[in-house]
């Protein structure tokens, strides 16, 4: 049994070396291993068949071949940077500038941005506007982001509170099962004002979710708080039968305004503690940081150390707490943490304790669990006054394996395209997947903004012309196509999948030269025109 671990040690090491050797090294590990598989026969061939022994070297040895087989057609991991922010904007317009909100000068730009935003205005008119165009806050970032090449992939409202997830565009084919939804938990439970809005996909193959919450306020409430949390994580549902619930993910981050206080200590400590950043020695009597230790649920999530002033409440347009006849106490109320999903532990019951299974247990569970997270920033803004709270920036890097590297669908512009005549898609699968009658091939600006900024779709098995086993023809027709053209992309979107699973190379839609010849007039111009032109 010694020689079965010393191979499994053996291997172990030669799998590290091959990271970062050069080929000489591998060369000679190869040869160790070698012998070590020769020394490992011989001790075969002297078991008896019969001896117990024998029974748990073949097990182990076949757990050992099965996961090293796996790992070797297994994708390389991908490493992606995700940029949160949460911020009570307190009913305010947006800034002029958000560059540092979104770290839009930093060298390294994210993959994904989740903004969470608590208490934007919702006032009945200002509401109704929204519901039919773009907040104010959703059009700003939605403005800047898309010159980057970030599209807004979903976003939810639920009167104040707003959660928008945006992706490079790279990233857009790879990312489905978008699902949103919400819960209030303010007034018994009927109005919004206070709950939680989530936003839950498939990053890869990887089931992640993003859950935006603003809690119960003041310092008594810290138990409704934690009450509130937890009617959210047990009664928002997802049509999805992997993960139905939020605590199904892969990966959860809990976000907002939790509103949770420093209770015990007077005015003048906390006030100290800011003014000489000692910001430790205010954390034992940070009310969420005091729950997780009695509550199970709050203890499954991570936070980083929180070595920044507190977020709450400061006077408008400055950069002084609260000076008026309240006095409120400074408090950490914005907050970013994330959970993994814990791993299944019973199979450590086992009376087998050796070091070859503890090496297979190691492996499966990297198998299982490819998704490591490190968070690289957490603080917040304090450039920001518009409102009582200061924005809290969260700053992570996903380390996960690729569970898809190419689209599941290859599109192209077949011929030249202009609004003279019908125009032809060509795609093609490339991995089979669950194709639906509401599927469609949306036409979009190069440069679009959101999943819906498109110019003009076309239903796939309605348009449908030809087909064979590789490449399949749709028809979009001339009049759908812009009179003024310009750059644009093709998408394909899967009702089924919730999410586009292919975009096409850029091409160009050239201008009309029909609409020329007989002088059309930019007012003559139709609305598709009109979003291409813009």
Known sequence: MDEINQLLGNIQRVRSESLCSDATQSTGSKLVLRHRLNQLLTCVDDLDTKDELREKVVKTLDNAF???????????????????????????????????????????????????????????????????????????FMSILAPRNYVKVSSIRMQGLLLLFFSKLQHVPFISNIQATYTRTGIFGYWGNKGGVSIRLSFYGHMLCFLNCHLAAHMKYATERVDEFEYIMDTQTFACKKTPRIADHNLVFWFGDLNFRIQDHGMHFVRTCINNQTYNLLWSKDQ?????????????????????????????????????????????????????????????????????????????????????????????NMEFSI????????????????????????????????????????????????????????????????????????????????????????????????????????????????????????????????????????????????????
């Open 66 to 140: 099965l996961i090293f087989g796996k790992r070797a057609n297994t994708p390389k991991k991908g490493r992606f940077r995700l940029q949160m922010v949460t911020w009570n904007v307190a009913t305010a317009d947006p800034p002029d500038d958000v560059t540092l909100l979104l770290h839009l000068n930093s060298p390294k730009s994210p993959d994904l941005y989740v903004i969470g935003l608590q208490e934007v205005y919702s006032g009945p008119l200002r509401f109704v506007s929204d519901v039919v165009f773009n907040d104010p806050w959703s059009h700003l």
């Open 288 to 380: 969420l940081i005091m729950m997780k230790k009695k509550e199970q649920k709050l203890q499954e999530f991570e936070e980083g150390p929180l070595d920044f002033q507190p977020t709450y409440k400061f006077d408008l347009n400055s950069d002084t707490y609260d000076s008026s006849g309240k006095k409120r106490k400074p408090a950490w109320t914005d907050r970013i943490l994330w959970r993994l999903r814990p791993k299944d532990l019973t199979s450590d019951k086992q009376d087998d304790n050796s070091e070859v299974v503890k090496k297979v247990k190691e492996l499966e569970e990297d198998e299982e669990y490819p998704l490591r997270i490190r968070q690289d920033l957490y603080t917040s």
């Open 387 to 534: 409102s009582d709270h200061k924005p809290v920036i969260g700053i992570f890097t996903l380390e996960l394996r690729k569970m898809n590297e190419t689209p599941l669908v290859h599109l192209q512009a077949e011929g030249e395209w202009s609004a003279d005549i019908d125009a032809m898609v060509l795609y093609s699968p490339l991995q089979p997947f669950p194709s639906s009658t509401w599927d469609w091939i949306g036409l979009y600006k190069v440069g679009f903004s959101s999943l819906t900024d498109y110019i003009t779709y076309t239903w796939v098995k309605d348009d449908e012309v030809a087909f064979n086993e590789e490449v399949i023809q749709v028809y979009v027709s001339k009049e759908e196509i812009p009179v003024q053209g310009g750059e644009c992309v093709l998408c394909y979107y899967s009702n089924t999948l919730r999410g586009i699973i292919g975009i096409s190379e850029p091409f160009k839609v050239h201008e009309s030269k029909v609409a020329n010849e007989e002088g059309l007039l930019h007012d003559q111009i139709n609305r598709l025109d009109q979003i291409v032109a813009s």
